[in-house]
């Protein structure tokens, strides 16, 4: 890894994809490879090298063949985060979310008077934001907690 990373846009192999949704809600810019029909480790160096992002895998192959990697060990959620920490990773919550959880995409306050779906709280209720490329809604509520619980005891 050089001076500059870590840094906000990450590559995340398939083995990677709950780690993408904190990454995202931690505000990191993360390309998952089943979002991006990279499933294939060809295909996911080619999107990190063409958008200069740190891959981000659990497999030592792709760790050694990426121009930038951190290779992770652990299975579990709480314990690939603390090797992220421990690699120099800020691992908080962002104050207002910037990546889709789902999809990556930036998302956008839903205004107050805009109607949201049945799944989400009204946005005169609470802060509602939507992303602008899937259209999922998101809000602080009892996941957000939980993601917040699982970093402060990282």
């Not at 805009?114 to 939507?130: I, K, L, S």
């Amino acid at each position: 890894m050089s001076e500059e990373t870590p840094r906000g846009r990450l590559a995340l192999d398939a083995m990677l994809g709950k780690l993408a949704t904190y990454l995202r809600m931690c505000g990191y810019d993360t390309a998952y490879a089943l979002d991006r029909a990279a499933e294939a480790d060809d295909d996911l160096l080619a999107i990190a090298a063409r958008e200069d992002r740190l891959v981000i895998t659990r497999d030592s192959d792709l760790a050694a063949r990426a121009s930038e990697s951190v290779l992770l060990t652990e299975r579990e959620i709480a314990d690939q985060l603390r090797e992220l920490a421990d690699a120099g990773f800020r691992l908080s919550l962002a104050d207002e979310p910037a990546h889709c959880g789902v999809c990556n995409g930036p998302v956008e306050q839903v205004d107050p008077v805009e109607p949201t779906p049945e799944y989400a709280p009204t946005a005169d209720d609470e802060r509602v934001w939507r992303c602008t490329d899937c259209g999922q809604h998101f809000w602080k509520g009892s996941h957000w907690e939980a993601v917040k619980r699982t970093l402060e005891e990282l």
